[in-house]
């Protein structure tokens, strides 16, 4: 089993696919299973403070782009 780094990845770049809403509704459930909702509030406000174009280019300076790297898929021999 991916380790929980990679399953985070994954499971993040799943929910974006799925957009807005599934991504909402993830978060309300684990919200309202660990009683953060406010918490969760709160840092999604300041997260909007960032500016897509911005959050590019320091990621593109650091990581190459707004994507985790690719999938690694294991080849048969």
């Given at each position: 089993?991916?380790?929980?780094?990679?399953r985070?990845?994954?499971?993040?770049?799943?929910?974006?696919?799925?957009?807005?809403?599934?991504?909402?509704?993830?978060?309300?459930?684990?919200?309202?299973?660990?009683?953060?909702?406010?918490?969760?509030?709160?840092?999604?406000?300041?997260?909007?403070?960032?500016?897509?174009?911005?959050?590019?280019?320091?990621?593109?300076?650091?990581?190459?782009?707004?994507?985790?790297?690719?999938?690694?898929a294991?080849?048969?021999?």
């Amino acid at each position: 089993m991916p380790d929980a780094s990679l399953r985070l990845q994954r499971g993040a770049e799943h929910l974006a696919e799925l957009g807005p809403r599934a991504i909402a509704e993830f978060l309300a459930e684990i919200g309202a299973a660990h009683g953060i909702g406010d918490d969760i509030a709160a840092r999604l406000d300041i997260w909007r403070r960032l500016r897509p174009a911005m959050l590019r280019a320091v990621l593109q300076r650091f990581a190459g782009g707004r994507s985790f790297p690719a999938r690694l898929a294991v080849a048969p021999r």
